[in-house]
Antibody, heavy 120, light 113 residues
Framework: EVHLVETGGGLVQPGGSLRLSCAASGFTVSNYYMSWVRQAPGKGLEWVSVMYSGGSTYYADSVKGRFTISRDISKNTLYFQMNSLRAEDTAVYYC??????????????WGQGTLVTVSS | DIVMTQSPDSLAVSLGERATINCKSSQSVLYSYNSKNYLAWYQKKPGQPPKLLIYWASTRESGVPDRFSGSGSGTDFTLTISSLQAEDVAVYYCQQYSTIPRTFGQGTKLEIK
């Protein structure tokens, strides 16, 4: 059975850093496109970043240059290093699996999310 | 970037009645080489992660009740709930996965009338 568990959220001051983790079970992270999607309080869903199975990475303009997506194959875990955090980065962050095997990248499994709050 | 625009922003429907949500993309998400529309629909309830309902614009995800259906092609898409149940109260999002950045619609809040 597929499971995704995010950890690492919390309260951080503006300009600070956090690293989110997404531990996967039931499948191999490196065989799929893996994304981070966030939802700010009272707002809609916003795609933030993806790591392709081949290792290529892409980011939304809102986080480019500040956030870095990575993975550890031995731990079957996806990471999201978030630097230079701003108040507008406050959100619940979800990791999501893209159902890559049929050529698509729609998100078939999601973690429960981890809340990141950027505030002084 | 492809902009996804949903209508309406909110919708109130009586139990057992039909609910229809529209999604329009700023450019086509249909790939001619495989004739597939790179469009998905999700259901989002408070405190829960989004749930995949529909992919390839009209393919229902396993386990999703058959009262949910998706239609459309190119730039115009529709999610239909044929007979609204109480558990369908949620926010619904369309999403394109044809290009980077992936983009979602702003969401449609569905309530019981």
């Amino acid at each position: 059975e597929v499971h995704l568990v995010e950890t690492g959220g919390g309260l951080v001051q503006p300009g600070g850093s956090l690293r989110l983790s997404c531990a996967a079970s039931g499948f191999t992270v490196s065989n799929y496109y893996m994304s981070w999607v966030r939802q700010a309080p009272g707002k809609g869903l916003e795609w933030v970043s993806v790591m392709y199975s081949g290792g290529s990475t892409y980011y939304a303009d809102s986080v480019k240059g500040r956030f870095t997506i990575s993975r550890d194959i031995s731990k079957n875990t996806l990471y999201f290093q978030m630097n230079s955090l701003r108040a507008e980065d406050t959100a619940v962050y979800y990791c999501a699996r893209g159902r890559t095997l049929d050529g698509g990248d729609y998100f078939d499994y999601w973690g429960q999310g981890t809340l990141v709050t950027v505030s002084s | 970037d492809i902009v996804m625009t949903q209508s309406p922003d909110s919708l109130a429907v009586s139990l057992g009645e039909r609910a229809t949500i529209n999604c329009k993309s700023s450019q086509s998400v249909l790939y001619s080489y495989n004739s597939k529309n790179y469009l998905a629909w999700y259901q989002k309830k408070p405190g829960q992660p989004p749930k995949l309902l529909i992919y390839w614009a009209s393919t229902r995800e396993s386990g999703v009740p058959d009262r949910f259906s998706g239609s459309g092609s190119g730039t115009d898409f529709t999610l239909t709930i044929s007979s609204l149940q109480a558990e369908d109260v949620a926010v619904y999002y369309c999403q394109q996965y044809s290009t980077i950045p992936r983009t979602f619609g702003q969401g449609t809040k569905l309530e019981i009338k």
